[in-house]
């Protein structure tokens, strides 16, 4: 029977039955999710991950392949508690059965808040949690851009606020906030935000909220790719995720932390009435200011201005000097001027040599008409004079006879009174020949006729030798003419001008 | 305060609210101190002035509006009106 058994069992191939269990394995299970906990874990050089998941008594061997693999945003590690979900397979090759992971995620809190402390030690090893790194919040946002999911309350919360404060342009960026997708969700609405060029559309404010949840529900918010994404946000960024209580990783990175939803919207604007009577007051303040300012000025002028004369006053003694003054420089100006130029025309004209020589010739003129009239007197003089003594002599001629006494006096008057005519006759000639002959000796010419020279430069007549210089043109004259010379060479200008009339003879002729 | 006025807002109006804020609590500050010319205070006062007016403006001009963040076929983001409320 055992033989016949046997015989009857039909005879497979090792990979019939190998694809027999594969198909029973993979048909009766198909999808699975199990609690774990992390046994060996190795990436093998193929990018592939090779774990074992174990409890108490069992293991099981499960395959993260490379795709899924490169996406853990935890890093598997023995011991970790982990929930992995995935298809049921075999591995022919090795007659091994093991779950294909599609999705692999920490279990429990206390897995969770191990993992957090993880990555919050190394987000703050990078830096990424300084002071230094958080930038200021805008006074007023000119738009604020919120992530969050655009169902539920958190949104409307956000807006609410906002609108009782200061009504702003709000930009939300719909994403999920729970589940796998929403780190991913959430990180890129950031990103997204900051790489939004058009001013008429960036915002100058993120807000990134979720409502109050479990640990799980806030996971996404302590992905390391959220966290990441906010802390490169160039955008000032406020967390608002959960309750107060709640520190997700992304409150570390945040520039602020709002407690809640709410709150991130009161941190994200000032009141807008609030600002509206700040600045109501300060105008008033300034207004009131200023008008007690210029009362107080207006006070302080009128009080001095009542001290000061009026400018007229102050003025009308200088007005009266300037009105007078100024009356008196154009006439003043004019006559000064015209003196002056009288004076000038007539010293000018005399300065002039021809003016000098024509001066000389009228002189001379003159000269010779008053010889000519003293000679002419003299004679009529002297005949008037002849005459009356002919008459005289004539009218004791005839009374001689008479006395003879008389006649001899007569004789004696005669005589005496010939003498006196011929002194006087004398004595005017004698004056007559000297005016003459001092009159010869200013004529220039009559001096020039005794050999003298004059030398005339460009500028006039040379009368010392200093008035020339080496290489001069000059002019020298003599009684029968004019010649040209120029005065020589290196030779000393004193010798040079020794030539023509020295100033010393000169002098003496006067 | 024609000359002030002219120039003044140009400059005023690039000013940020805050900054604007600011500035004019100062000018205020030292209006009360009492410790500026009479001329300079004229000066200031116009600026004070218009520092009011643009924070007025930006004060008044703020109203709320919501956009949703869509993407356009190229899978670039633009907003639209949300229409949540």
Not at chain 1, 5 to 10: G, V
Not at chain 1, 50 to 55: E, N, R, S
Not at chain 1, 126 to 141: C, H, N, S, T
Not at chain 1, 150 to 177: C, K, N, Q
């Amino acid at each position: 029977m055992a033989s016949d058994s046997l015989s009857n069992l039909p005879e497979l191939t090792v990979s019939e039955l190998s694809g027999a269990v594969k198909r029973t394995i993979e048909g009766a299970f198909e999808r699975v999710r199990v609690r774990a906990e992390l046994g060996r874990v190795v990436t093998a050089r193929s990018g592939h991950m090779y774990l074992d998941l174990k409890d108490e008594r069992a293991t099981i061997s499960g395959v993260a392949w490379k795709g899924l693999a490169a996406g853990f945003n935890f890093r598997p590690e023995e011991g970790l508690e982990v929930i992995a979900e995935g298809k049921l397979s075999t591995f022919p090759g090795q007659s091994k059965y093991q779950i294909i992971i599609d999705r692999l995620e920490p279990a429990g809190v206390g897995a969770l808040m191990a993992l957090l402390e993880e990555r919050k030690k190394k987000l703050a090893a990078e830096g990424l949690f300084d002071e230094a790194r958080k930038k200021p919040l805008p006074y007023i946002p000119e738009r604020i851009g919120v992530v969050t999911s655009p169902t539920g309350a958190v949104i409307r919360d956000i807006l609410h606020r906002l609108s009782d404060r200061f009504p702003s342009h709000v930009l939300l960026w719909p994403v999920l906030v729970q589940g796998e997708k929403a780190a991913g969700q959430i990180a890129s609405a950031i990103s997204g935000f900051n790489s939004i060029e058009d001013p008429k559309l960036r915002p100058d404010l993120l807000i990134v909220a979720r409502g109050g949840g479990s640990i799980e529900d806030l996971w996404c918010f302590n992905e390391e790719v959220v966290a990441r994404a906010a802390a490169n946000s160039q955008i000032p960024l406020i967390s608002a995720v959960g309750h107060e209580t709640d520190w997700t990783l992304i409150d570390f990175v945040s520039d602020y932390r709002a407690p809640t939803p709410t709150g991130a919207a009161e941190r994200a604007v000032p009141v807008r009435a609030e600002l509206m009577t700040d600045i109501v007051n300060l105008s008033g303040r300034m207004s009131s200011i200023r008008a007690r300012q210029f009362d107080r000025a207006q006070t302080l002028l009128r009080a001095a201005s009542r001290a000061l004369r009026t400018p007229e006053a102050l003025l009308s003694g200088f007005w009266q000097r300037l009105d007078s003054a100024s009356a008196h420089l154009g006439p003043a100006l004019r006559n000064r001027i015209s003196a002056a130029s009288q004076r000038y025309h007539r010293l000018s004209g005399r300065l002039q040599p021809r003016a000098l020589r024509s001066l000389t010739t009228d002189r001379l003129k003159h000269l010779d008409s008053q010889q000519r009239r003293a000679a002419h007197a003299l004679r009529r003089a002297s005949s008037q004079k002849e005459a009356e003594l002919n008459r005289l002599a004539r009218r004791l001629a005839a009374q001689k006879p008479q006395t003879k006494a008389p006649a001899e006096a007569l004789e004696t008057q005669l005589a005496r009174l010939s003498q006196a005519a011929q002194r006087l006759n004398e004595r005017k000639r004698d004056r007559l020949v000297s005016a003459f002959r001092m009159l010869e000796s200013v004529n220039p010419k009559g001096v020039l006729a005794r050999g003298y020279a004059l030398v005339h430069t460009e500028s006039g007549l040379a009368r010392r030798a200093g008035d020339l210089n080496p290489g001069d043109a000059i002019q020298i004259e003599f009684a029968d003419g004019k010649k040209a010379a120029a005065v020589g060479g290196k030779a000393s200008p004193r010798k040079a001008a020794k030539k023509p009339s020295a100033p010393g003879k000169q002098g003496d002729l006067f | 305060m024609s000359d002030t006025a002219e120039k003044s807002p140009p400059y005023v109006s690039t000013l940020s609210f805050e900054a604007a804020l600011k500035e004019l609590e100062s000018i205020v500050e030292k209006l009360e101190r009492g410790d500026v010319e009479l001329e300079e205070s004229i000066a200031i006062y116009e600026r004070g002035a218009a520092l009011k007016k643009h924070c007025e403006d930006k004060l008044k001009a703020a109203q709320m509006k919501v956009d949703k963040i869509v993407f356009d076929e190229d899978g670039a983001p633009k907003a639209e009106p949300a229409g949540l409320d």
